[in-house]
């Protein structure tokens, strides 16, 4: 920093809505969707605290389209396994109440056995570690 210049006022400028700075962004001789204005402006919240995570991020309504059956890529081809959610994820989902929004409903039941099945195995494990230290 220049030592002569010990205060200096940065000019108060006007904040621009997202819709206005998207406004000319398009794809496809469509406009910028709602939905995905609203989630990048949830994503480019300055504060951490209040900015979105990128796992509430996977519940935002922009991400639909990828929660319905026999939807493909661009190209036409399958899309990647996207619900492949490991025991972690999927309770974390849970705690946040994101589980029924992320997921769609036909992997929920899949899912929620799997929880289930680790935690029985954590259980047993955890029976068998008792009897041993006895």
């Not at 904040?15 to 949830?42: C, R, Y």
């Not at 300055?46 to 639909?64: G, S």
Request: charged share 30%; aromatic share 10%.
């Amino acid at each position: 920093m220049n030592h002569n210049y010990t205060t200096f006022r940065f000019p108060h400028v006007k904040p621009l809505d997202w819709e206005t700075v998207f406004q000319q962004v398009g794809h496809n001789d469509e406009s910028m969707p709602n939905e995905a204005i609203d989630l990048i402006s949830k994503m480019l919240i300055f504060n951490p605290d209040q900015r979105i995570t990128a796992f509430e991020a996977l519940a935002h309504p922009f991400f639909n389209e990828l929660r319905e059956e026999g939807t493909t890529c661009g190209n036409g081809k399958p899309l990647p396994p996207l619900f492949d959610f490991d025991r972690e994820e999927i309770q974390a989902a849970q705690k946040m109440n994101i589980f029924d929004k992320v997921v769609p409903e036909r992997f929920r039941e899949s899912m929620l056995e799997l929880v289930k099945t680790d935690k029985e195995d954590g259980d047993k494990d955890a029976e068998d570690d008792v009897k041993t230290s006895e």
